[in-house]
């Protein structure tokens, strides 16, 4: 379930990051959309080795889930301490 829920917010971060850079707005969603990426390419091995090992290709249960979101949040903590310190924004710097 990890899976499903990291390639998703890959995507609509990368959906989100393009969009925002045609306005011409940074919130530096490159650096959260390849870290999701990164995560949902790993993981996608991961379930393919399991797969192949006769195990399911996608584990649904509660701690799967878990997992996921708790996984989603260590992302998004990554990306707001990139985003703090990059400031593209300048809010910092005029404070």
């Known amino acids: 379930m990890w899976l499903l829920i990291l390639g998703y917010a890959a995507v609509i971060t990368t959906t989100l990051w393009y969009v925002f850079k045609s306005k011409g707005v940074d919130y ?3 650096y959260l959309s390849v870290i999701l990426w990164g995560a949902t390419v790993m993981f996608f091995i991961d379930s393919l080795y399991n797969y192949l090992n006769g195990e399911g290709f996608i584990e649904v249960s509660i701690d799967a889930i878990v997992l996921g979101f ?15 310190i990059k400031d593209p924004r300048k809010v910092f710097h005029s404070a």
């Open 70 to 84: 708790s996984l989603l949040l260590i992302a998004l903590v990554i990306w707001l301490i990139i985003l703090l």
């Open 28 to 30: 530096c969603l490159n």
